[in-house]
Antibody
Framework: QVHLVESGGGVVQPGGSLRLSCAASGFNFSSSGMHWVRQAPGKGLQWVAFIRYDANNKYYADSVRGRFTISRDNSKNTLSLQMNNLRAEDTAVYYC??????WGQGTLVIVSS | DIVMTQTPLSLSVTPGQPASISCKSSQSLLHSNGRTFLFWYLQKAGQSPQLLIYEVSNRFSGVPERFSGSGSGTDFTLKISRVEAEDVGVYYCMQSIQFPVTFGGGTKVEIK
């Protein structure tokens, strides 16, 4: 059974940094592409980033490119999202997703002074 | 970027009646490999999105048969043959044929 558990969310000041993690189990993580998708309060879904199974290709939304970095550790079945220079508009629930088929429960990031 | 346009924005349905949601993409979602990368999700209140339909018309594991997807190219439809109370929530379409992955704005379904 696929299980994705996000962690690392919290409250951070504008300009600050946060690192999200997603612990994966129940499937072959090292053979699977992974997404981060976010949802601002009361808003729709917004794709953030994708990493190929071998980390050789990474893709980002224009709104986060240069500030966010997606990475993975296949030895630990863990997906990460390093978020730097955070802005108020980055406030959202962040979900990790197994090639958009399975989703975690999300972790809330609030950027506020 | 591929723009995904969903209609209607909201839908109020009597239990047992059918419902239909449209999703139109600004570019074809048909890949050269013959697959069409259009997905449908339901997000219930307070929950993460759950996959209903993948690649236009394939029901995901555990999804009731009353849900069906159809369409091709740039025009797609999600149909619920007989709406049940548990079907309330926001429905999203999504394309993943190219980056950035994009979602429709969502259709809120409620029960009359």
């Amino acid at each position: 059974q696929v299980h994705l558990v996000e962690s690392g969310g919290g409250v951070v000041q504008p300009g600050g940094s946060l690192r999200l993690s997603c612990a994966a189990s129940g499937f072959n993580f090292s053979s699977s592409g992974m997404h981060w998708v976010r949802q601002a309060p009361g808003k729709g879904l917004q794709w953030v980033a994708f990493i190929r199974y071998d980390a050789n290709n990474k893709y980002y939304a224009d709104s986060v490119r240069g500030r966010f970095t997606i990475s993975r550790d296949n030895s630990k079945n863990t997906l990460s999202l390093q978020m730097n220079n955070l802005r108020a508009e980055d406030t959202a629930v962040y979900y990790c997703s197994l090639v958009a088929l399975h989703w975690g429960q999300g972790t809330l990031v609030i950027v506020s002074s | 970027d591929i723009v995904m346009t969903q209609t209607p924005l909201s839908l109020s349905v009597t239990p047992g009646q059918p419902a239909s949601i449209s999703c139109k993409s600004s570019q074809s979602l048909l890949h050269s490999n013959g697959r069409t990368f259009l997905f449908w999700y339901l997000q219930k209140a307070g929950q993460s999105p759950q996959l209903l339909i993948y690649e236009v018309s394939n029901r995901f594991s555990g999804v009731p048969e009353r849900f069906s997807g159809s369409g091709s190219g740039t025009d797609f439809t999600l149909k619920i043959s007989r709406v049940e109370a548990e079907d309330v929530g926001v429905y999203y379409c999504m394309q993943s044929i190219q980056f950035p992955v994009t979602f429709g704005g969502g259709t809120k379904v409620e029960i009359k």
